[in-house]
């Protein structure tokens, strides 16, 4: 098992470009997640979604938006990047129906200019 | 609005030093507390704890819950320099039918000098 693997691992980019993360996981989770990691500001969650299908608002969704169009995947897109959004982002992933830990995936660092 | 509050936010110790992490919370619909242990990458999963005054143990690394206080503490003996690493704490806050989230804290940097 790979478990959750997010690719690309670096990405710098100019403000108002535009980018697709993608998370995908293994384990047949039916719950994922993206965070952001700031220094100094622990995990933020930005966007999660609990099936197929379906995403809701975290924390900090303002930038953001993602999609969920099979389970095993999930993509987090930032339309026109600013530099506010330079962080180091987690996405996430659980299993349903009770109380089971998150599984994180490596992370990509994401510089914006 | 939901809480989690760790101290200290940054320790410095040497070899051998016992070490306690506290977090406190405060969240609408508690469900479980997670500890994890972030190194250069990803977080990794150290314990979860649902129910007061039940210790979990691994190894030098032991927490406990306290409901009626909401707080949680995690304890390192015997620290070694491969312990120094960020330690976070987070609440699952859950309401039935709708969001299922972690809650996190800032985390705690601990760095264990030779």
């Known amino acids: 098992n790979a478990g959750v693997t997010q690719t690309p691992k670096f990405r710098v980019l100019k403000t108002g470009q535009s980018m697709t993360l993608l998370c995908a996981q293994d384990?047949?989770?039916?719950?994922m997640y993206w965070y952001r990691q700031d220094p100094g500001m622990g995990l933020r969650l930005i966007h999660y979604s609990v099936g197929e299908g379906t995403t809701a608002k975290g924390e900090v969704p303002d930038g953001y938006n993602v999609s969920r169009l099979k389970k095993q995947n999930f993509l987090l897109g930032l339309e026109s990047a600013a530099p506010s959004q330079t962080s180091v982002y987690f996405c996430a992933s659980r299993e349903a129906g009770g109380i089971y830990e998150q599984y994180f995936g490596p992370g990509t660092r994401l510089t914006v200019t | 609005e939901d809480k989690v509050v760790q101290s200290p936010l940054s320790l410095v110790v040497h070899e051998g030093d016992t070490v306690t992490l506290n977090c406190s919370y405060e969240?609408?619909?508690?469900?479980?507390l997670l500890w994890y242990k972030q190194e250069k990458k990803a977080p990794t999963f150290l314990f979860m704890l649902t129910s007061s005054g039940i210790e979990k143990k691994s190894g030098r690394l032991s927490s406990i819950l306290d409901k009626k206080e909401l707080f949680s503490i995690l304890n390192i003996t015997a620290t070694q320099t491969g312990d120094s690493a960020i330690y976070l704490c987070a609440v699952d806050d859950w309401t039935q039918g709708g969001s299922e989230k972690l809650v996190f804290g800032k985390g705690m940097k601990l760095t264990v000098n030779p």
């Open positions: 969240v609408t619909n508690f469900r479980s």
């Open positions: 384990m047949n989770h039916e719950y």
